[in-house]
């Protein structure tokens, strides 16, 4: 793992690539099941809820991790905002 794409959270390493993939991919999903819920003839409110809860938290995350990517040198965040977007 190149130590210039990771984040110490705790005593962990994790890659900002991977998590910013699971992350948006989260996010997609949560969108997703937030609006067939709302679809539904008797939407359950509080499950609709607890998803938007999630999906709050979640853009949160990557916010978090693209806060942290503007803080890397001009070079390493040049790569990887390049590849996020390919």
Same mark, same amino acid.
């Given at each position: 793992?190149? $130590? ?9 390493? +994790?890659?900002? $690539?991977?998590?910013?993939?699971? +992350?948006?991919?989260?996010?997609? #999903? /949560?969108? $997703?099941?937030?609006?067939?819920? &709302?679809?539904?003839? &008797? =939407?359950?409110?509080? &499950?609709?809820? &607890?998803?938007?809860?999630?999906? #709050?938290?979640?853009?949160? +995350? ?10 890397? =040198?001009?070079? @390493?965040?040049?790569? /990887? /905002? @390049?590849?996020?977007?390919?």
């Amino acid at each position: 793992m190149n $130590d210039n794409r990771t984040l110490m959270i705790g005593t962990q390493r +994790v890659n900002i $690539d991977t998590m910013t993939t699971k +992350v948006e991919r989260d996010i997609a #999903f /949560l969108k $997703d099941r937030i609006g067939r819920l &709302t679809q539904q003839r &008797t =939407p359950n409110q509080a &499950t609709i809820q &607890t998803y938007k809860t999630m999906l #709050f938290s979640r853009k949160s +995350v990557l916010a978090w991790l693209h806060e942290h990517l503007e803080k890397m =040198p001009d070079t @390493q965040q040049s790569s /990887l /905002l @390049q590849q996020e977007h390919s």
